[in-house]
């Protein structure tokens, strides 16, 4: 399945054609599955217009780009010591233009080549071959070679790292007994990397051996905690903003969280993905109230911001010269219960919370619907494997017997945690407290710093938690649902659902997969570990003298092919 020849390319992407050419596959799901398989994007493109009888489209003439100019874009600025340990989207753009991914996610959801060149991989998904960029050059003159990716797999998969790529990744990685013993008396296990996961065939080849097949490998490899570093970053003290060095097309210049980060256009060695416009970034924080940042916008002192809340639509389209660029994405938030805290071990009361709930409603009244409503299973309908369910509706006779079932008929007080900012989190909580009273739960909203609750979000027994796109259902599904792995906010566990999770990331076509997933869907519906209100759409804004500027489905800032006109 090599992108270089088609005499191994894999034998499931002849039968792809065949499925578009009869109707039974879409465009994307095509373009999507191929891709994966590692049929490059320029032949999965041509194959799909031979099949389809489609000509290239005549597009007008842009304007040649042109090169210099500073990019000033509004964002938080966080610390960013250490990639693997990355939980925000911002840590990952600030990151991102120094370090780089193996896999890029692009504007159309499709996972694309970026520091691995190739992939292929095997009939049965379990082995991975990846071809790495020769003439790749770190920020310090050493050559990025595959020590580089060991390293990096090694550090995600240790346990004393603390990576949420445990979890991405938990198909190279086995339990063991730690000779521990918790309090009732049972072994304490701990993940680790499985033995012969990864392996270096030469400087520019590594294979991964998976225990199980799982088809979402290379959009995993696309996350932002999977920026690769340096093979000596923990040698030379793990702190990329201490010691920047990076294989990207910037440099960092300086640096100070809360207020600035400024980088430069690297003058070393040629980028490896050609020609680079801009001669800098600068982010600038301007917090989490908007308006300092429609001020600057105003004001001329930004070009660009990293997102554009949902409240922040109407003001700036007032504002001349500006373009809000929209993309429908996977984007969304949870009221998430953690199961084994009192009252929310009681499935009865996550299900009298469920009832009393209007989704529709939630979308009008919290994002003004702009977007698509939640069916508390985490599973969009942008995922190729998506299943839709029978809507959820809201009951109150039946929030109020089930309240009385689980032994609280004269009510119940709970309180959820919440971050101040974005304004849209405190609303959807907010209308999600007001929903639940007429059943009599009292819901307390606690706010919070952004700071505060982060970190707490693996603890608090009730938070509402946003996360951002992942391409693929199996993708979050492993991320946050799977048992023990680290941003599992609910722990849950259920093995009948993981052993599913296995069974659907072996399944190429997204139809057959989707059979799956709404097993996997109703589980979790049924289980009522999320109220997930509704999936939204994702804004940006920059001037019209930014070119070649889009809003990427995770909020990427993918800056190194903009100009400024």
């Given at each position: 399945?090599?992108?270089?020849?088609?005499?191994?390319?894999?034998?499931?992407?002849?039968?792809?054609?065949?499925?578009?050419?009869?109707?039974?596959?879409?465009?994307?799901?095509?373009?999507?599955?191929?891709?994966?398989?590692?049929?490059?994007?320029?032949?999965?493109?041509?194959?799909?217009?031979?099949?389809?009888?489609?000509?290239?489209?005549?597009?007008?003439?842009?304007?040649?780009?042109?090169?210099?100019?500073?990019?000033?874009?509004?964002?938080?600025?966080?610390?960013?010591?250490?990639?693997?340990?990355?939980?925000?989207?911002?840590?990952?753009?600030?990151?991102?233009?120094?370090?780089?991914?193996?896999?890029?996610?692009?504007?159309?959801?499709?996972?694309?080549?970026?520091?691995?060149?190739?992939?292929?991989?095997?009939?049965?998904?379990?082995?991975?071959?990846?071809?790495?960029?020769?003439?790749?050059?770190?920020?310090?003159?050493?050559?990025?070679?595959?020590?580089?990716?060991?390293?990096?797999?090694?550090?995600?998969?240790?346990?004393?790292?603390?990576?949420?790529?445990?979890?991405?990744?938990?198909?190279?990685?086995?339990?063991?007994?730690?000779?521990?013993?918790?309090?009732?008396?049972?072994?304490?296990?701990?993940?680790?990397?499985?033995?012969?996961?990864?392996?270096?065939?030469?400087?520019?080849?590594?294979?991964?051996?998976?225990?199980?097949?799982?088809?979402?490998?290379?959009?995993?490899?696309?996350?932002?905690?999977?920026?690769?570093?340096?093979?000596?970053?923990?040698?030379?003290?793990?702190?990329?903003?201490?010691?920047?060095?990076?294989?990207?097309?910037?440099?960092?210049?300086?640096?100070?969280?809360?207020?600035?980060?400024?980088?430069?256009?690297?003058?070393?060695?040629?980028?490896?993905?050609?020609?680079?416009?801009?001669?800098?970034?600068?982010?600038?924080?301007?917090?989490?109230?908007?308006?300092?940042?429609?001020?600057?916008?105003?004001?001329?002192?930004?070009?660009?911001?990293?997102?554009?809340?949902?409240?922040?639509?109407?003001?700036?389209?007032?504002?001349?010269?500006?373009?809000?660029?929209?993309?429908?994405?996977?984007?969304?938030?949870?009221?998430?219960?953690?199961?084994?805290?009192?009252?929310?071990?009681?499935?009865?009361?996550?299900?009298?919370i469920q009832a009393c709930m209007d989704h529709t409603k939630l979308l009008e009244l919290a994002y003004q619907n702009f977007g698509a409503p939640g069916e508390d299973h985490h599973v969009s309908p942008i995922h190729p494997e998506y299943f839709k369910l029978p809507p959820l509706t809201q009951d109150y006779a039946l929030a109020k017997k089930l309240l009385a079932d689980a032994g609280?008929?004269?009510?119940?007080?709970?309180?959820?945690?919440?971050?101040?900012?974005?304004?849209?989190?405190?609303?959807?909580?907010?209308?999600?407290?007001?929903?639940?009273?007429?059943?009599?739960?009292?819901?307390?909203?606690?706010?919070?710093?952004?700071?505060?609750?982060?970190?707490?979000?693996?603890?608090?027994?009730?938070?509402?938690?946003?996360?951002?796109?992942?391409?693929?259902?199996?993708?979050?599904?492993?991320?946050?649902?799977?048992?023990?792995?680290?941003?599992?906010?609910?722990?849950?566990?259920?093995?009948?659902?993981?052993?599913?999770?296995?069974?659907?990331?072996?399944?190429?076509?997204?139809?057959?997969?989707?059979?799956?997933?709404?097993?996997?869907?109703?589980?979790?519906?049924?289980?009522?570990?999320?109220?997930?209100?509704?999936?939204?759409?994702?804004?940006?804004?920059?001037?019209?003298?930014?070119?070649?500027?889009?809003?990427?489905?995770?909020?990427?800032?993918?800056?190194?092919?903009?100009?400024?006109?």
């Open positions: 399945m090599s992108r270089k020849s088609s005499k191994s390319m894999h034998p499931y992407v002849p039968e792809l054609k065949e499925l578009l050419r009869n109707g039974k596959f879409s465009r994307r799901d095509f373009l999507s599955t191929a891709t994966r398989l590692g049929v490059s994007l320029s032949a999965a493109y041509a194959m799909a217009g031979g099949v389809l009888g489609l000509c290239a489209s005549t597009v007008a003439r842009a304007a040649a780009p042109k090169a210099g100019g500073i990019l000033r874009c509004s964002m938080n600025v966080k610390e960013m010591t250490d990639p693997a340990t990355y939980d925000w989207s911002e840590k990952g753009n600030l990151a991102r233009h120094m370090t780089e991914p193996l896999v890029r996610i692009n504007k159309d959801n499709l996972a694309e080549p970026y520091l691995a060149e190739t992939w292929e991989a095997s009939e049965d998904l379990k082995t991975w071959t990846f071809k790495l960029r020769k003439g790749v050059k770190w920020s310090n003159g050493d050559d990025f070679i595959a020590d580089d990716v060991v390293f990096n797999f090694e550090r995600w998969l240790d346990p004393a790292t603390g990576s949420s790529n445990q979890g991405r990744f938990s198909s190279m990685t086995r339990q063991i007994d730690t000779g521990k013993k918790d309090k009732e008396g049972k072994p304490v296990m701990s993940t680790v990397a499985a033995e012969g996961a990864i392996e270096k065939i030469d400087d520019h080849t590594v294979r991964f051996h998976l225990n199980r097949a799982d088809i979402s490998l290379p959009e995993a490899l696309g996350d932002y905690p999977a920026l690769i570093v340096h093979r000596r970053f923990s040698d030379e003290g793990g702190d990329l903003s201490k010691n920047p060095v990076g294989t990207g097309p910037f440099t960092l210049t300086k640096y100070s969280v809360g207020e600035v980060a400024e980088y430069r256009r690297r003058t070393d060695h040629p980028w490896w993905g050609g020609d680079v416009y801009l001669d800098g970034i600068v982010y600038i924080d301007h917090g989490d109230d908007p308006g300092p940042t429609i001020a600057a916008f105003a004001s001329g002192q930004i070009d660009c911001n990293y997102r554009t809340s949902v409240e922040q639509v109407p003001s700036l389209k007032t504002i001349p010269n500006l373009v809000t660029y929209e993309t429908v994405t996977a984007q969304t938030g949870v009221a998430r219960m953690k199961i084994t805290e009192a009252p929310f071990d009681n499935k009865l009361v996550r299900k009298a609280y008929a004269n009510g119940l007080k709970v309180r959820i945690d919440c971050v101040a900012n974005p304004t849209w989190e405190q609303t959807a909580v907010k209308v999600i407290a007001e929903m639940c009273r007429p059943a009599g739960i009292e819901v307390v909203i606690n706010i919070m710093p952004g700071g505060t609750y982060w970190d707490r979000w693996m603890t608090t027994p009730f938070g509402f938690t946003s996360w951002t796109h992942r391409a693929l259902g199996v993708q979050v599904l492993n991320l946050a649902y799977r048992s023990g792995v680290a941003w599992n906010e609910t722990s849950y566990s259920n093995p009948e659902f993981d052993r599913l999770l296995d069974e659907a990331g072996a399944i190429l076509d997204p139809r057959e997969r989707s059979k799956v997933m709404k097993k996997l869907e109703t589980i979790l519906q049924d289980d009522t570990i999320i109220i997930q209100p509704f999936w939204r759409s994702e804004f940006l804004t920059a001037t019209n003298k930014v070119r070649n500027m889009y809003c990427q489905v995770a909020s990427e800032s993918h800056f190194n092919k903009v100009w400024l006109g």
